[in-house]
T-cell receptor
């Protein structure tokens, strides 16, 4: 158990809908990262938050947004969903925002868009 | 820009045989390099990381990796494969900006009895 909790584990929704994925980082970790894992794109970095502030953006679509709340949990919002958004979405947390800091991954949320 | 290339999307070895998973990186700055393992229906777990302290890095479960700057490589090895090593392995590089990871495409390791 990494200590990172993601909910829900599975999500099936229709095209055009909006969903929210939730991540609770390890106790005390200030950094939260979101990654998308798909068969064609592999593991792609989406966005990084540190202590409530956005620090870096990767290949995140404009239809996607995220935030980190004062209690440090984070949510990833996906809207106007398309079939191609079907993927495994991982959250990872780390204590700091340094490059050599180990990131701990949750078990992921598997999103299926039908 | 940084990138990682993993040679071989699928590697198959016999139980007890040497495991060698290849990773080459591209980085304009001294890199931080990582190997993660993903078991079916699980998240990623850190096996080991290189942060410039030593070129030979030992990790969990008997794995180790050697950083070779001249070859821009960070190959993962294990002397003797076990059935429980069957999983997908990801090499990653950190770009030094906030700790985000850039992953290779992954290598699926199969272990035959």
């Amino acid at each position: 158990d990494s200590g990172v909790t993601q909910t829900p584990k599975h999500l099936i929704t229709a095209t055009g809908q909006r969903v929210t994925l939730r991540c609770s980082p390890r106790s005390g970790d200030l950094s939260v990262y979101w990654y998308q894992q798909s068969l064609d794109q592999g593991l792609q970095f989406l966005i990084h938050y540190y202590n409530g502030e956005e620090r870096a953006k990767g290949n995140i679509l404009e239809r996607f947004s995220a935030q980190q709340f004062p209690d440090l949990h984070s949510e990833l919002n996906l809207s106007s969903l398309e079939l191609g958004d079907s993927a495994l979405y991982f959250c990872a947390s780390s204590a700091l925002q340094e490059a050599n800091t180990e990131a701990f991954f949750g078990q992921g949320t598997r999103l299926t868009v039908v | 820009a940084q990138s990682v290339t993993q040679l071989g999307s699928h590697v198959s070895v016999s139980e007890g045989a040497l495991v060698l998973l290849r990773c080459n990186y591209s980085s304009s700055v001294p890199p931080y390099l990582f190997w993660y393992v993903q078991y079916p229906n699980q998240g990623l777990q850190l096996l080991l990381k290189y942060t410039s302290a030593a070129t030979l890095v030992k990790g969990i479960n008997g794995f180790e990796a050697e950083f070779k700057k001249s070859e821009t490589s960070f190959h993962l090895t294990k002397p003797s494969a076990h059935m429980s090593d069957a999983a997908e392995y990801f090499c990653a590089v950190s770009n030094g900006q906030g700790g985000k990871l850039i992953f290779g495409q992954g290598t699926e390791l199969s272990v035959k009895p």
